[in-house]
């Protein structure tokens, strides 16, 4: 969870600058860009990650419902970050790491969904109303 903060942080900077910047002449714009493609991506499979554990620890602590939702926000983080690596030049090597993220999480929200609605039969709250993952001390 810190290392979302870090690169969020990372990426408020990279926009803060103006072209006219120290960042933006030493390294130049393509560059500046590709970072800030590259941190973004990182924020989004991160956070798919942080959202499938939330809602494996939901169903430790049996709350069906919240596992459902945090399933689907981890389904939802995945795909934006499969969207954010079609810009990369690591395209091609990120692709076995998201499908194989993309068969857990994917695996994990329908079996979540389906026991839900058959078994438990628990109200799954919007994605506004969980609470947002805190980083560890």
Same mark, same amino acid.
């Given at each position: 969870?810190?290392?979302?903060? $870090? ?10 600058? +103006?072209? @006219? ?5 030493? &390294? @130049? %714009?393509?560059? *500046? ?6 941190? !973004?991506?990182?924020? !989004?499979?991160?956070?798919?990650? &942080?959202? %499938?554990? +939330? #809602? ?5 602590? +049996?709350?069906? #419902? ?8 981890? *389904? ?7 969207? %954010?690596?079609? #810009?990369?030049?690591? #395209? ?14 994917? @695996?994990?929200? =329908? ?9 438990? $039969? ?7 109303? %969980?609470?947002?993952? =805190?980083?560890?001390?």
């Amino acid at each position: 969870m810190q290392a979302i903060q $870090h690169y969020k942080n990372a990426v408020a900077t990279l926009l803060s600058t +103006q072209s @006219g910047d120290n960042l933006y002449e030493t &390294v @130049g %714009l393509k560059i *500046c860009n590709a970072w800030q493609k590259s941190l !973004s991506f990182k924020i !989004s499979y991160i956070s798919s990650i &942080v959202y %499938l554990f +939330q #809602g494996m620890q939901s169903e430790e602590l +049996q709350r069906m #419902g919240e596992r459902v939702a945090y399933y689907q926000l981890a *389904c939802d983080k995945l795909q934006e970050a499969k969207k %954010l690596s079609k #810009g990369l030049t690591l #395209g091609d090597s990120i692709n076995d790491p998201l499908t194989f993220t993309n068969d857990v999480v994917e @695996g994990k929200r =329908k079996a979540a969904k389906n026991e839900n609605e058959f078994i438990y $039969h628990e109200e799954v709250p919007d994605a506004e109303l %969980l609470s947002e993952p =805190k980083p560890a001390p």
